[in-house]
């Protein structure tokens, strides 16, 4: 059973500072690894995602890397802002077939951040 | 476009009560989820889509029904609820196949009484 945990369950840092999030699988048989920021009350923003044979992907400050081998992945962001304070999880595919059944996605439980002023 | 939207947003149901979560997406995508997330557990699927016609379980599905008539409508239906449901759905959607990121609606919070 595919499990995913996301260290740490909480963050806390200063504006300007930059900063990983971790995530961890157990299943290294993935499809994809995306990375999702939730804001409160809201519903689930895409950021980035990492197809299985890739190794990472870039969006402006935000840089997520993918060691399928090791079933880790990581989320940098750049010089964090106020702005960037979330809930960021991780998320991962498995057992998709192309008739599409099978079809399991699992996610982590999230790292709250918070970027103080 | 509006992307994807959910009503209602919020709800209170009695025991063994029914009703019908509507989510509706503007975007042509072939692909829907529900998930339903509760705290401190993380977002766990409930039904997927893959087009209209085709539904499948996911990993959470007993309680459930799901339909799917049109590309653009997914509705979750819940028969008899129960105090378990009490959580915070969301639907999604994702264009073609999996490899494609998920768009989200903001969810409805439903509490079973």
């Known amino acids: 059973k595919q499990e995913v945990t996301q260290i740490p369950a909480a963050l806390s840092v200063p504006e300007g500072e930059n900063l990983v999030l971790n995530c961890s699988f157990t299943d290294s048989a993935i499809y994809n690894l995306q990375w999702f920021r939730q804001d409160p009350g809201k519903g689930l923003t895409s950021l980035l995602l990492i197809q299985s044979s890739q190794r990472e992907q870039t969006s402006g400050r935000l840089n997520a890397s993918l060691d399928k081998s090791s079933g880790r992945s990581t989320l940098y962001i750049a010089a964090s802002q106020p702005g960037d304070s979330a809930t960021y999880l991780c998320a991962v595919i498995t057992g998709y077939n192309s008739g599409g059944s099978n079809y399991k996605l699992t996610f982590g439980k999230g790292t709250l951040l918070t970027v103080n002023p | ?113």
């Open chain 2, 1 to 113: 476009n509006a992307g994807v939207t959910q009503t209602p947003k919020f709800r209170i149901l009695k025991i063994g009560q029914s009703m019908t979560l509507q989510c509706t997406q503007d975007m042509n995508h072939n692909y829907m989820y529900w998930y339903r997330q509760d705290p401190g557990m993380g977002l766990k699927l409930i039904y997927y889509s893959v087009g209209a016609g085709i539904t499948d379980k996911g990993e959470v599905p007993n309680g459930y029904n799901v339909s799917r008539s049109t590309t653009e409508d997914f509705p979750l239906r819940l028969e008899l609820a129960a105090p378990s449901q009490t959580s915070v759905y969301f639907c999604a959607s994702s264009y073609l196949t999996v490899n494609q990121p998920q768009h989200f609606g903001d969810g409805t919070r439903l509490s079973i009484l």
